[in-house]
C-alpha cells in the first residue's frame, strides 16, 4: 500500500545534539512537507519541497535544516540552533503546490521528540 | 493574507448528540479550496472533503455533512449522532494562491460514552 513513512516513533535527545527524522514516500508524490504540531497551536510548517534538490523554508525553519536529493525521500535535521525542539513532527506530501485542487495532503503518522 | 480561524479549541458532546465544528477563513484569491483533516489520538491526519470556491453545494458523507457559505467565508462541519470513534482534532484548511496549506489551529472533540 503507498503511502508515508516516518521513523522513529519517538526520540529522546540531549541538549546541544543534532538528530534527523525519517520520511519515505511512496506516493510518487512531488511535492513534500515537515510540519511541526506542539498542543494548542495546530500545525506549523518548517519546510517545504516541491521537487528534487529544491526546498523552501516555511513559517519556523531556524533551526532546522532539509535535504531532498530524492523524490521519495525529505528528512528533517533538528539543529542544536533549535531553542524549544521538543514537539510532534508530522510529514506530509501532496501531488504538487499549485492551486489546482491537487492539495490533498497525505501525512504520516509523526515523530515525537522530546529533547531531555 | 490567508488565515483560518477555528473559535472552538475544545468542544465535549454526550455520544448520539450533534455537534458542529465552526471554521472561518479569510483570502483575497476567488479561486481556492478548503478541506476538514481529522487527527485521531494516534497523531495521523486524515482527509475528510475537499471545496472549491465555486461548488457552494452542501454535502453530506454518512454521519457527516459541510456547509459552505462564501457570503460569511465559513465552512463549518457537523457530525450528526456522534460517536466515541469521532474523538478527534479536526482541522480546518484553507489552499489559497500557489503557496502551501494554511491550518486553522483545530478543534479538539471529545465525545463521551
Known amino acids: 500500500d503507498g503511502g508515508i513513512t516516518q521513523s522513529p516513533k519517538y526520540l529522546f535527545r540531549k541538549e546541544g545534539q543534532n538528530v534527523t527524522l525519517s520520511c519515505e514516500q511512496n506516493l510518487n508524490h512531488d511535492a513534500m512537507y515537515w510540519y511541526r504540531q506542539d498542543p494548542g497551536q495546530g500545525l506549523r510548517l518548517i519546510y517545504y519541497?516541491?521537487?528534487?534538490?529544491?526546498?523552501q523554508k516555511g513559517d519556523i525553519a531556524e533551526g532546522y535544516s532539509v535535504s531532498r536529493e530524492k523524490k521519495e525521500s525529505f528528512p528533517l535535521t533538528v539543529t542544536s540552533a533549535q531553542k524549544n525542539p521538543t514537539a510532534f513532527y508530522l510529514c506530509?506530501?501532496?501531488?504538487?503546490?499549485?492551486?489546482?485542487?491537487?492539495?490533498?495532503?497525505?501525512f504520516g503518522a509523526g515523530s515525537r521528540l522530546t529533547v531531555l | 493574507a490567508q488565515k483560518v480561524t477555528q473559535a472552538q479549541t475544545e468542544i465535549s458532546v454526550v455520544e448520539k448528540e450533534d455537534v458542529t465544528l465552526d471554521c472561518v477563513y479569510e483570502t483575497r484569491d476567488t479561486t481556492y479550496y478548503l478541506f476538514w483533516y481529522k487527527q485521531p489520538p494516534s497523531g495521523e491526519l486524515v482527509f475528510l472533503i475537499r471545496?472549491?470556491?465555486?461548488?457552494?453545494q452542501n454535502e453530506i458523507s454518512g454521519r457527516y455533512s459541510w456547509n459552505f457559505q462564501k457570503s460569511t467565508s465559513s465552512f463549518n462541519f457537523t457530525i450528526t449522532a456522534s460517536q466515541v470513534v469521532d474523538s478527534a482534532v479536526y482541522f480546518c484548511v484553507l489552499s489559497s494562491g500557489n503557496t502551501p496549506l494554511v491550518f486553522g489551529k483545530g478543534t479538539r472533540l471529545s465525545v463521551i460514552a
Open positions: 519541497s516541491q521537487i528534487v534538490n529544491d526546498f
Open positions: 471545496r472549491n470556491s465555486f461548488d457552494e
Open positions: 506530509a506530501s501532496s501531488i504538487g503546490i499549485s492551486n489546482s485542487g491537487a492539495n490533498v495532503l497525505t
